[in-house]
Structure formats: structure tokens, C-alpha cells
């Protein structure tokens, strides 16, 4: 169905961008002052290759200062790569500034004669999609007004509509796909996939994975000036998402860490004096045996952030101050709106703990945690054997889950999905 | 072969060069009550100025010094213009050119282009005044007109060309190109005649592709004669050496624009 022909052929591109300590353009500085020209190099590609066949919509991801964006500006040859080659077919269009050269003075019709200029039509060109592009802004009540009456929103669906109108053979969309309200935005992807069908190339860079995964055949994961992964968008985006993860995952544990440090010395005196009347609803007990402290850890170390299918592991510690012949030690997951997920203790499991030593500790253990992303609160509690409590803690401390699953609500759930065609729409 | 690839996209963005003319020119005299009526206004009111002074105040020799001063002047400001206003316009225009991809050729040429299309617009105030003062029109000679003009847009291109790319790498160019043109201009016979200037410097003279060029305008205009074809073809060769090579140096500076802007 689509000529598997290649539009855009990248070949081995680097690119450098020098970035100056205190950068001066005027000659007597440069002259004068040699030791401010100093810049250090940046290598923001280090030789990237990829192909884009016609017809193909091709998302670029990668986190802030991956490269991504410079690769569209090479790509729409606003700028040059240092090495490599960049081959393009056909007419390209770059979605990267709505509305270039638009003048406030100027009537909408005049701006739009101007801007299709600057995508290189000529007048006798524009004159033919003049109805189109109109059409398409749903602006002809104001087309003999000054740019400048317009909202921000009539002004980006009319440089929309120019811009897509242009009859591009490659498309190069950068993070703009937020114009206009809902209806025009709808508008607009209901246009690109028309324009897709026609056998238009499209390359979209965003941060929006939602918009790839819908919209896109392939995507390019670029980290570091470098390709991670070149394959079908799901694929693609997965393999982004969850190297994001594990970041997020890496950056919380280092602010958890520097934390600790520092609430470590106040800790003792909160819990103890201040807001005594919030405590004790979340805190209370007839202190006949009490909880010491909850270790909360995964199975190497001491943590509050846990990985979908983790093992999730409490260590209560506790300590007797009457003694009793049996104590029930309880848990409970809720959610931060207090909904309960999971609450066990010893008693619903058939437990018996007699009370012989004067301290001691219980360990709770959940392997392969089921909980999808998310904040949730754990409550500890010893009750005894009617179910006085006798020190209980609502909401003992929070911790957070990190889910590569991507469903919404609270568990993950095995699934797959399947389809069955049975017979072809004529 | 490069040269042939670059005048063709050119030639596809004619269009933008065209809206980009109109907007420079519309948008000069902006907001001010007379409009675009300026634009014959400006030149017509700075040859009365010229008149008063150097016919009452600073004699000269020169019959009709005024329309002899202004057939050179006019030409002279499009080269001016072009060279320091040109300097600045890829400066002017840098968000444009930060974010979408046109031929950038396309900035020099339209500035230089309504400098140009300005020039017209005071030749018709010259013709006004020949035909009050009575000057002699020679057809064969107005035929010529056309010509001169080419050679001097060719030369003038070339030279927006080069300082406008130039520019953008060092910013200062621009103030001092302001300095060299009004150096220039003195170094020109436009406010005396080129009989002045001594035996032994004139080859210097006529190094200046400047020198031609204003001799053929003020054959036309002011002395009514067919110009001699070898004085424009030294301004031509030159133009053309210059715009070649200002297309070159454009191109090559042309690739980091983005990184300097």
C-alpha cells in the first residue's frame, strides 16, 4: 500500500554546539578580551542515523537536552550538522514557529499571503489554497481584521492552517500540537492522518507519549545524542518509560537519602509534642506493649519506594511494658484518600504470638508487591487478643510505588489483549 | 553548479521576496500622517535643502548643481542603504531565521530589492525636476537608464551579500561600515566633479566601481548623452566579481547563522 521509499536518509550526524562562558560578538571584545572567549564544546549528537520511508509518522523522544529538537532543526536545515549527511525528498514543511513573519498591522488575509510566502509558495499557489486554508481556520468572520484584534487562539489556528496547508511532503511538527481548544485540536490530528494517508511524511517530536503511541508508526528514542531505540512506537515508548522510571526511581532515592540526614536529630520531638490532638486520632493505645519502631525495606535495604513486583518487607519491632499472653500485630495499604487496599494481621492469619520476651519483632513480607504507580499509607497496629488496641498508628508513614504497568487503579492485574477480525469493511 | 542550485531556490521563494519588498516598503512610513507619500516627499524636500545651499550659500561652479548633485546622490543612497542597512538584515530577521528553514539569500535580496524599488520612486522626483528645470532628454540616453541600473543592483547585492552575512559573526561591522560608506561617498565624485580630483590620483578614482557608475547616471540625467559603454562595463565586471563572491562567502557563513544569532 505505501512506496517503500525513503524520504529522509540520515547518515551518521554529529553536531556540536559551543557554549561560551560570557559570549561576546562585538569585535573589540573578542579582540580585547581573548580570555572571555573561552566555550566549552557540547556534543549534542554523536553520529545518529536513521531512515523514514514515505508515509511514515515517526515520533522523536528522549528526555530535555537529548538532541531531539536539534535533530528536527537539522532535518528542516535551519542548521547544519558538523559531520554525517541528511538527505530529504521533497517539499518540507516545519510546524516548529507557527505564524512566521505575521505582522500585527496586517489584515489576516494579508499575514497569510506573507507566511505562505515564507514556506515558499508562490502567489499563484496561494491563491489555490486560499479557500482551504480559510476553511480550515473557521476565521472568514475576521479575515479583514488586523492580526492584532485576534485571541492567542484565533492566532495560532490561522498559522495552523497555513502551515498545513502548504502541501509538504515532510511535515516536522515540534511540540506545538497544543493550539486551539479541544475541537481544534481534534481538528488538526483528524487533518495530520488525512495528510499521513495521502502518503505524507510526518516526524513529530514531543514529550506527550500518549500523542506517539496514538499517532505514530515508529519513534526514535534519542538519550544523550544517541539512538537507544529505533523501532514501532509502543516498543519505543515503552523502553523510554520505563528507563524514565528507573531515573525517577534513582533521583527519589537520593532525595530520600539527603532527607534522612536531615530530619534524622527533629524527628523524636515532633512525633512526641507537637500537634498532640491530630496524633492521637492517628496514634493511640493502652501502651501496654508498644511499637518501637517499622522498618520498611525491599529485600536488600531500607526504602519507602518499592517497584511494581518487589518484595515489600516490614519489620515491627515492639516492646512489652505489662505483660500479656498474646499480642496481634496488624497492617493495613491504604490510599492517600483512606481507602483501605489490604489490612491483615496475625489473628485473620491463624497466628499465635505468645509474649515471652520483653522486645521483640515481627516480619511482614509481601513478595512481588501488586500495587500500580502511586502514594499509599501504611498503618501498623498491636491490639490484643479481643482487639483492644494497644498502640495502633494510622498512617505510620507513607511510601510510593513506581509501576511499569500503565493501567490506572490500584493493583496490577495480568492481562492481555487480543483481537478477532472476522470480516473486512468494503 | 552550487551558484545554480542557489538561484533556483531563490527563484521558488520569489514570492516571500516579493511580500517581504512590500512589508519594507509599507511599513517605512508607518503611522505618519503623509503615509507612504514620504516616499516621494523625503527626496524632493532634501533637493530643496541642496538647492538653497549650494546656490545661495556655497556657490558652485556648476550650472544646475543641484540637479547634478542629485543624479548622483540618489544612486548613491540605494548603494549606502544597501550596504549598511543590508548589513543588518539578517540581524533584523533573526527569529525568523532561528526558527524556519528559507533560502536566507532571500534577506539581503529583499532589502536591497526596496532600497531599490525606493531608488525608482525618486527617479520619478528627478524627472519632475528636469522637466521643470528645463533639462534636455536624450531618448537614446534614458534607454541606457535600464542598464546602469542592473549593473548597480548586481554590484549592490553583492555587496549586502557579503556584509550582511559578515555581520551576523561581528556585530560591530555594522557601525563601522557607516564610518566606511560616508568615507566613501567623499572619496566619489558625487558632490564635485571628477575634474578636481588630481591627474595622478584619478586611476586610484577609478578603482572605486562607485566612480563609474555615478559618471553614467549623471550622463543620462544631467548632461543628456549616451553614456560611453566601456564605463559601465568596468562597473559591471566588478558587480558581477562581487556578487559572485559575496554569494560564496554568504553560502559558506550562511551553515552557523543559527549558532550566532
Redesign the interface.
Known sequence: MINREKVIEVKDITKK??VYYDKS????E?ILFRSRNKYEERLVLRGISFDIMKGEAVGLIGNNGCGKSTTL?LL?????PDSGTIKTKGR?S?L??LG??F?P?MSGRENI??N????????KE?DARFDDIIAFSELDAFLDNPIRTYSSGMYMRLAFSVAINVDADILLIDEILAVGDANFQAKCFAKLREMKAWGVTIVIVTHDTGTIERFCDKAIWISEGEIKVHGPAQIAVDEYLRFMNSKKLESMLRKEQREKIKMEPSENIGRDDTAVSEQESLHFGTKEVVIEKVIMRNRNKETNIFENGDNLILDIHYKVNKQKDEIVVGMGFYTVDGVCILGNNTQIDRMHIPVKQKTGKIKFEVSNLPLLEGQYSLNVSIVDQDGTPMDFYREYCNFIVISKDRSVGLVSIKHTWEVEEYETIQ | MLMIEMIKEVY?????I??LVR?ELR?RY?GSFFGFFWTFMNPLLQLIVYTVVFSVILKSPVEKYYLYLFAALVPWIFFSSSITGGSSSVIASK????????PREVLPISYVTSSFVNMLFCFIVIFFVMLVSRSKFNFMALLCLPVVMIVQYILCLGCAMLTSALTV?????EYILGIITMAWMYLTPIMYTIDIVPVSLRPIFNMNPMTPIVTVYRDILYHGRVPKLGTLLFGFILGVFVLVVGCCVFRKLQ??F???L
Do not use: P
Open positions: 554546539f559551543k560578538s562585538q569585535l573589540k573578542r532543526k528542516t536545515k535551519i542548521m547544519y518540507i516545519s516548529i514557529e512566521a513573519g505582522h498591522d499571503y506573507t505562505a510566502a515564507i514556506f515558499g509558495l508562490t502567489k496561494i | 521558488a521563494y520569489r514570492q516571500m516579493f511580500s512589508k511599513g508607518k527569529d525568523m531565521v532561528k526558527k524556519i528553514y528559507f559573526y561581528f556585530r560591530d561591522l551553515r552557523h543559527v549558532e550566532e
